[in-house]
């Protein structure tokens, strides 16, 4: 299994901006996909947005013009920009990536909380 640990979660005013972050450990070869799902309580799990090798993205609706995501292929890690936070954007973050060694990995999740 791969091992994801993500941070840079917390509790940001409505408007504010977080950045997330994420890594995997260990000689990993052919992560073609990484990317950020998030679970509000009493919802399902829902992708956020996602990145390949080659920096193709998609974003769901609800966060295009305002999440950024971006990777760094040597070091394994992918990162989540995200701006003008809302309520609604409230929710764990869980860290994914596929690849062809491991197949499919979770990180353990970090709290977003946005509030006044």
């Known amino acids: 299994q791969v091992q994801l640990v993500e941070s840079g979660g917390g509790l940001v005013q409505p408007g504010g901006s977080l950045r997330l972050s994420c890594a995997a450990s260990?000689?990993?070869?052919?992560?073609?996909?990484m990317g950020w799902y998030r679970q509000a309580p009493g919802k399902q799990r829902e992708l956020v947005a996602s990145?390949?090798?080659?920096?193709?993205?998609n974003y769901a609706d609800f966060v295009k013009g305002r999440f950024t995501i971006s990777r760094d292929n040597g070091k394994n890690t992918v990162d989540l920009q995200m701006n003008n936070l809302k309520p609604e954007d409230t929710a764990v973050y869980y860290c994914?990536?596929?690849?062809?060694?491991?197949?499919?990995?979770w990180g353990q999740g970090t709290q977003v909380t946005v509030s006044s």
């Open positions: 260990g000689s990993i070869f052919n992560i073609y996909v």
């Open positions: 990145i390949t090798s080659g920096d193709n993205t």
């Open positions: 994914h990536c596929r690849s062809t060694q491991f197949g499919v990995s």
